[in-house]
């Protein structure tokens, strides 16, 4: 890793690997999804290889969900727990729906990010848990199945629902955020203003001089 002129090195490639595969099987996930359970996706399936193959792809995708799942928890799970100030953010809307000028500054992830992170993660599981017994529903009593197949769509709807969301923040709606996700370096400018506790302990800065 060469050091970038006027760049700040936010994420390692360990951590921009779990996040493509998280979004890239959650996304494939939901495509696949979507042509299993409503016909009029069967286009779909078309391009697929047919329901058989379909079927398989979604199982797979889902492993490789879980799989990412257990390695982003495991990476970003000290980064993810709220502090005192998240309320403040929060109360704020994080500047995204009026102007503000007292936003504290945050950590590696603002408040917003550790919503959407914990959002992904319960409903995540719930996904995980109910196609475990959609794969092979025959072995539990019928009402658990019949749960099964309603919370895993309520759940992909939640997660589906923040993950546009997200999409949406982690590129138009803040410019230089996508970056970071494709080769780990963020302007100085966009770290003091988005990260700008993390940058402190970083550089091994004061909270007074953070929040300067």
């Keep these: 890793m060469s050091k970038r002129e006027g760049m700040v090195y936010v994420t390692t490639a360990e951590e921009r690997i779990i996040h493509w595969l998280l979004a890239g099987s959650c996304l494939f996930a939901l495509i696949t999804g979507l042509g299993l359970m409503f016909h009029s996706w069967y286009i ?20 490789v969900f879980a799989l990412s799942l257990i390695a982003a928890s495991a990476i970003w799970w000290k980064e993810v727990k709220f502090v005192p100030d998240d309320a403040k953010w929060i109360m704020q809307a994080g500047g995204y729906l009026w102007d503000t000028k007292d936003l504290p500054p945050c950590g590696m992830y603002n408040a917003g990010q550790k919503l959407f992170f914990w959002f992904v993660f319960v409903f995540g599981i719930i996904i995980v848990a109910t196609g475990i017994i959609m794969w092979n529903p025959l072995p539990y009593p019928v009402v658990m199945a019949r749960w099964a197949y309603m919370l895993h769509a309520m759940s992909v709807f939640v997660v589906a629902s923040f993950f546009i969301v997200h999409l949406y923040l982690g590129t138009i709606g803040n410019p230089g955020t996508v970056q970071i996700m494709f080769h780990g370096w963020a302007t100085r400018a966009y770290c003091t203003m988005h990260k700008g506790r993390w940058l402190a302990e970083k550089e091994g800065k004061t909270e007074a001089e953070a929040e300067a």
């Design 44 to 63: 779909i399936p078309t391009m697929l290889g047919g329901y058989y193959a379909t079927k398989w792809m979604h199982i797979f995708s889902g492993v």
